[in-house]
């Protein structure tokens, strides 16, 4: 067993082989309630860790610290460190901005930008001046297209809305547009919740792919997801990381009882 930061127990191993992001003793308060407690976990690089746990448990406010977006909510504060490749992302050194870059995020609902297909994998790299001219354009959009799968059905509408697409081929067109400024880490927060079930397979292969290029971590409601899409599993609840390791681990040998009780369906 392995003890987190500040006394508060995990079971499992909270490190990773080949570490990309690191949080040691996150906490996270909403005025005077607190939302997270002493959290440590290390994001490892071209792997999937999977966080699930019961509604309202604190997985998503906890993605939302590892790219400051907790920072746009009023009255949420947050202590503890975050760390991308070494560099506090709270200390001031990263720009909030290239942050951003660095570690994208994908959302639960799919939120095309109201422009057109092609302008909303062009929007990242125009804006961070990663692009000279249209042809350096024309590439990273055919690219990020060609690696989420949409490249063969949409190359023919790059000119179209966005929202005309359906919701499996939007929440694509998301990820195309976070991977299009090539990020080194890439948070999903239930980001196939909306969809059905085949346009779940759809993204969940493609999560399988993007692995072998970044660091994912994935929020999700669905324990099978969890177990089909991640190597590692971190269980929360109610604010505080119960366990982490290994999925296969996780999901047949867990070491702690709220682990347990919960992938058995005795609470959540």
Known sequence: ???????????????????????????????????????????????????????????????????????????????????????????????????????????????????????????????????????????????????????????????KAATGLSGGQQQRLCIARAIAVSPEVILMDEPCSSLDPIATARIEELIDELRRHYAIVIVTHSMQQAARVSQRTAYFHLGRLIEVGPTPEIFTRPQHELTENYLTGRFG
């Open 1 to 159: 067993m392995v003890k987190a930061e500040h006394n508060t127990p995990t079971a499992g191993d909270i490190t990773a082989a080949n570490p990309h992001m690191r949080a040691r003793g996150v906490n996270v308060y909403y005025g005077g309630k607190q939302a997270i407690f002493s959290v440590s976990v290390d994001i490892g690089r071209n792997e999937v860790l999977a966080m699930i746990g019961p509604s309202g448990c604190g997985k998503s406010t906890f993605l939302r610290c590892l790219n400051r977006m907790n920072d746009t909510i009023p009255n949420c504060r947050m202590d503890g460190e975050v760390t991308l490749d070494g560099d506090d992302i709270y200390g001031g050194k990263l720009d909030v901005v290239e942050l951003r870059a660095r570690v994208g995020m994908v959302f639960q609902k799919p939120n095309p930008f109201p422009k057109s297909i092609y302008d909303n994998v062009a929007y990242g790299p125009r804006l961070h001046g990663l692009v000279q001219g249209r042809a350096q354009t024309d590439e990273i959009v055919q690219k990020s297209l060609h690696r989420t799968g949409l490249w063969a059905e949409v190359k023919d509408d790059l000119g």
